[in-house]
Nanobody, 123 residues
Framework: QLQASGGGLVQAGGSLRLSCAAS????????MGWFRQAPGKEREGISC????????RHADSVKGRFTFSKNNAKNTVFLQMNSLKPDDTAVYYC??????????????????WGQGTLVTVSS
């Protein structure tokens, strides 16, 4: 199971750090991803990390502002979000991939999802 936390209300320009802890399975060698879904919009992949070489990808919408990291010893991944904008308002989800390499932003490539944590950015 995946448990996401760290969401909340923040003013534009502020920062939040999301966490996603896994139980029952180690994800140190699998693809991990962060997605978000704003009201009325499709789920959007924003950041992912390969399980093999640790290479990361960030969507253009968050590049330079969001950073994906992981602590394998604690089986936890993090999403540091800086310079937040009102457009970043969404429910954020972490997910484990079906493979160990080649992380993507395709929801169908992920097999387990956390319950989501709400991030609200006020202007």
């Amino acid at each position: 199971q995946l448990q996401a936390s760290g969401g909340g209300l923040v003013q534009a320009g502020g920062s939040l750090r999301l966490s996603c802890a896994a139980s029952g399975r180690t994800f140190s060698t699998v693809v991990m991803g962060w997605f978000r879904q704003a009201p009325g919009k499709e789920r959007e992949g924003i950041s992912c990390i390969s399980g093999i070489d640790g290479s990361k990808r960030h969507a253009d919408s968050v590049k330079g502002r969001f950073t994906f990291s992981k602590n394998n010893a604690k089986n936890t991944v993090f999403l540091q979000m800086n310079s937040l904008k009102p457009d970043d308002t969404a429910v954020y989800y972490c997910a484990t991939g079906k493979t160990r390499f080649g992380c993507t932003f395709v929801p169908g490539d992920y097999e387990a999802w956390g319950q989501g944590t709400l991030v609200t950015v006020s202007s």
